[in-house]
């Protein structure tokens, strides 16, 4: 007899939803491009032998596909492509190979499902902070950090006067990160120069000796690498074994436990549906 814990075990058959996506697109172009109605000359922007896009046709389908409005002659160029793919596929007789119907019914059943399950979830998955934080306590370990690292904040000029420069400003009392938005030259400079937490391998050797032996609050003086000149200021440190604080962990926190209680509620459902709907399996399969 089939149980829960049997169901449990089964491997969740996860839908790819862009596979489907495509599909419903492609069989979307079968049903509705080529069936236009005549007498609407005034509002077509493309057209295939008797197949015709119009303008209501191109703005609906390009808001479903989630593409810019800016991408409507590449859009257009696509269409036709796929309608004379389409109209000599039709001409070839592929409409009535069996195969489509499969397709068709498949994709039909896989669509229906997908939106079940989806309400499913919306339905009855919530993670409360308790829950995270829960899940924080019992996995700490997971949350180590495994070498030591440095919160810094970090300016980059490609001259060693536009660094005095910067280091100047710092050192009058401007902000080092806004000193930083108007003069550094690399990838943090719009975060005003917040690298976030950096391991002692992730930083160049002439920065790093810096790095952990400056005092906490500290600015460095000019430092000269193959990269350039950089300043950096120590916000934080912290060494191997420490924990990383909740706050910086939970985006990690809430998909884990999102993931375990999908699989729950689409295991539960399936449980449920077995009891509410007759199931049958032959035990003579025939080879």
């Known amino acids: 007899m089939w149980t829960k814990n049997n169901w449990k075990n089964w491997p969740m058959q996860r839908i790819n939803r862009k596979y489907y996506a495509i599909l419903f697109f492609v069989i979307s172009s079968l049903w ?10 005034e509002n077509i922007v493309a057209k295939v032998g008797d197949a015709v896009l119009t303008q209501n ?7 479903w596909e989630g593409i810019a409005k800016d991408r409507a002659e ?20 592929l409409a009535k190979d069996k195969a489509l119907d499969y397709a068709l019914e498949n994709f039909k ?23 995270i934080k829960d899940y924080y306590e019992k996995n700490k370990s997971q949350f180590q950090v495994q070498e030591d690292e440095v919160h810094l904040l970090h300016l980059l000029t490609k001259s ?10 710092i050192q009058a009392g401007r902000p080092f990160d806004q000193v930083a938005r108007n003069r550094s030259a690399d990838a943090f400079r719009e975060k005003g120069g917040d690298m976030g937490f ?15 032996s400056l005092p906490i609050g500290n600015v460095s003086s000019v430092i000269k690498t193959s990269y350039g000149y950089h300043i950096i200021k120590v916000l934080e440190r912290r060494t191997k074994g420490d924990v990383r604080p909740l706050k910086e962990v939970e985006n990690i926190i809430l998909p884990r436990i999102r993931v ?8 539960d459902l399936l449980y449920q549906l077995k009891d509410k709907y007759k199931v049958y399996v032959t035990e003579n399969l025939k080879e």
Do not use: H
């Open 74 to 93: 590449e859009y257009i160029k696509r269409w036709i492509d796929q309608e004379l793919l389409y109209q000599e596929a039709q001409r070839s007789g």
């Open 160 to 169: 060693q006067a536009d660094a005095e420069i910067a280091l100047r400003e």
């Open 198 to 212: 950096v391991p002692r391998s992730g930083l160049a050797p002439e920065i790093g000796r810096i790095a952990f």
């Open 57 to 63: 046709d191109l703005k609906a389908r390009m808001e």
């Open 260 to 267: 375990d209680k999908e699989r729950a509620t689409y295991y």
């Open 109 to 131: 059943k896989q669509w229906m499902i997908q939106k079940l399950v989806e309400k499913t979830f919306a339905e009855k998955i919530r993670i409360s902070q308790a829950e």
């Open 32 to 41: 509705t491009w080529g069936c236009a109605p005549s007498g609407r000359n």
